[in-house]
Every structure is written in structure tokens, then in C-alpha cells.
């Protein structure tokens, strides 16, 4: 019991600290971005390149900032009988936009019935956010994002596919796919698989993946039915 009471304390006190390593460095961060841009737009044409690059960077370690706090607050969660397809369909606009700018689309497919799932919407939401841009990231201009969702009645357990036609993942590169910091994109943070991937365990869930190379990318979340 001590063991465990030791355990419970150092991960608050990690995600505690991930929060005000969050708040003491994004601040400063937005206000170096803010500057940036105003220099960028006084500067000749050749020159804004430069100050583009900074954005960019400043941008990716914003990004790793809230996705390293999204992974040290892995908190108890409040966890709520939902529906799956309703985060869906909250969640569909903003991927549509997404897609949209990328001049890609994105089709969904609901199973006719699902049963209400315990679960945290807020952390399912950051799951198929993940999960979808790094499809649309795979595919080029005019990809098709698919999201199917089933019930298997006999498994008791719900199933949502993320499915791409894009580059697909080397055989060699599998294993690496859940290691914090693991990227093959020059503006990556590696940790949106470790991210989904402990969200998925917090539900009691799993993923799955299945690519083939030059063709695409289905990663499988499956969860068992509450009680
Ligand atoms: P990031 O997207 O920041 O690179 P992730 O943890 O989300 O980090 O993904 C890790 C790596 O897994 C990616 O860099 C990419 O190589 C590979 N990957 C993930 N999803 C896909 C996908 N749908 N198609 C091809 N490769 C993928
Ligand atoms: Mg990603």
C-alpha cells in the first residue's frame, strides 16, 4: 500500500509540474512569436523565410509542450457513460475543416447501433485528432480520410478504424510507432501514438495497426463494451 501511495504522489507531482512548465513557457514563447511576426512583416521578401522558420519552430515546441502535458497529467480521469458517435459527430466539422485545407475530404461511416461507452470525451477527442491527422499528414492532395465504427456482438467490443490511402509504414518502422518521440516528419513531436496509445489504455482499450506500403494505414481502436 505505501508503494502504491509513493507512486500515486510522483505522478501528480510530474503532471503538476508539466502544468507550470506549460504556463512558464508558453507565455514567453507567445510573446516571442508575437515580435517575430511583427519583424517578419517589416522585412523585405527574401528575408521573411527566416522569420517563417522561427514561427514554424516555435510552433513545434508549443506542440510538444502540450502533448508531453497531455501525457504526464495521465490523471484519474471523470469518466462518463457516452456515446461514441456523438464525439464523432462533434468532432467531424472540425476534421472536415482540417481535411478541406489539405484538399483532402473525409468520410465517415456509423454502425446502425453502439452501446454508450464509460469514457472521458475530452481524451477520446485528442485520440481521433491524432489519429486523423496523421492519416491526412500520410496522404496527399485529394486523400479520402475514412472513420468506420462496428459493433462486434459477439466479442462485445466496439471497434473505430482510422483508415488512409497514403505512404504507409515500413515493416521496420512498426515497433517503433508508440515511442515517445519517435518521428519520420521533419515537423513531428513523436508522441501523438504514445499519447493515443495511453489514452486507449486509460479506457481499457487497444489499437491495432494495419499498413501495407505505398497503400495505406488502418490503426484499429477497439474497447470493450461497459458493464
Ligand atoms: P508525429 O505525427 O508527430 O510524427 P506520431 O506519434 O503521431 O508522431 O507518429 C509517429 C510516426 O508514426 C510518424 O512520424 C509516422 O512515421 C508514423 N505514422 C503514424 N501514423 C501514420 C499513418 N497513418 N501513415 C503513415 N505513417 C504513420
Ligand atoms: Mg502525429
Known sequence: LRNEVGRMERLSLVGQMAASITHEIRNPMAVIRGFVQ????????EQQQYFRIIMEELDRANAIISDFLS??????????????HEIIGEMAPLLDADAN???QSIEVELCDYIP??????????????????????????KGVLRMKTEYVQEKERIELRIQDHGVGIPQEQMQHLFEPFYTTKTRGTGLGLPLCLSIA?????????????????????????SA
Open 38 to 45: 511583427l519583424m517578419k512583416e517589416r522585412m523585405p521578401g
Open 71 to 84: 501525457l504526464a497529467q495521465n490523471r484519474a480521469l471523470a469518466m462518463e457513460m457516452s456515446s461514441l
Open 101 to 103: 485545407m489539405r484538399g
Open 116 to 141: 454508450p461507452l464509460m469514457l472521458n470525451s475530452k481524451e477520446i477527442k485528442q485520440l481521433l485528432l491524432n489519429l486523423a491527422r496523421n492519416g491526412m499528414e500520410a496522404m496527399g492532395d
Open 201 to 225: 489504455e486509460r479506457h481499457n482499450g487497444k489499437i491495432e495497426v494495419e499498413s501495407k506500403e505505398g497503400e495505406g494505414t488502418t490503426f484499429i481502436v477497439s474497447f470493450n463494451r
